[in-house]
Each structure stands twice: as structure tokens, then as C-alpha cells.
């Protein structure tokens, strides 16, 4: 049996149909997945920019450490003596008020100071 026109213009439009759906269908998974993958890419990037930050930290740590430990080089030995005695001093202050509790109250205080 000889198909109509209809039939004809039927089965064009289901094939250009499927065709059609088929394409989104393809198109719709790529875009999933480069949407996963720039997720990722946004991920690695932000943890690489993490640690490049904590990398500058501990760089300019050690270069401030190298500064103090030149400083204290180039001191006299009586100047070092000295600076010695007053970190010793300094620590055992800290000891003290740490074990007292009078920093955490002090920190406390003061940050109501600044409200």
C-alpha cells in the first residue's frame, strides 16, 4: 500500500523528531559534564590558592625568623646576653600569667573594652 502525503509528513517529523531529542540529549550530557569538571577545576584552584597563602605564611615566617636570628648576630655578646636574659624573663612572665589565667581574662576584658 503507496503511503499518504500525511503518513510521509508524519514519519519525516518523528524521525527529525528523534533526531532532535537525541542531539539535546547529547548536548544536555556534555553540559553536565564540563559542569562537573569546572566544579572540580573550581575546587583544586581554590585549595592551590590555599596553599599558595599558607605558603607565603610560612615564607615570610622564615624570612622574618632569618632577620631576627641576622639581628641577633650582629649583636655585641653583651647585647645578646642581655636580650637572652630578657626573653628568659619574658617566657617566665608568660608561664606565670598562663597559669594564673590572668591572659584569658585580660583577652576577655579587653575585647568587651572594644564593644
Do not use: C, P
Not at 36 to 42: A, G, P, Q, R
Not at 65 to 88: A, C, G, P, Y
Not at 89 to 114: H, I, P, R
Amino acid at each position: 500500500m503507496k503511503e499518504t502525503r500525511k503518513q510521509i509528513e508524519a514519519n519525516l517529523r518523528n524521525k527529525l523528531a528523534v533526531q532532535y531529542k537525541t542531539k539535546t540529549d547529547n548536548l544536555q550530557k556534555q553540559i553536565e559534564a564540563l559542569q562537573k569538571t569546572n566544579h572540580d577545576l573550581m575546587v583544586r584552584a581554590h585549595k592551590a590558592e590555599q596553599e599558595k597563602m599558607e605558603m607565603k605564611d610560612r615564607l615570610q615566617q622564615l624570612e622574618d625568623w632569618n632577620i631576627r636570628l641576622q639581628e641577633f648576630m650582629d649583636m655585641s655578646e653583651e647585647d645578646r646576653q642581655k636580650h637572652v636574659e630578657n626573653l628568659r624573663a619574658q617566657t617566665e612572665l608568660n608561664d606565670t600569667l598562663n597559669s594564673l589565667g590572668l591572659v584569658k581574662m585580660l583577652k576577655y576584658f579587653d575585647s568587651k573594652l572594644w564593644l
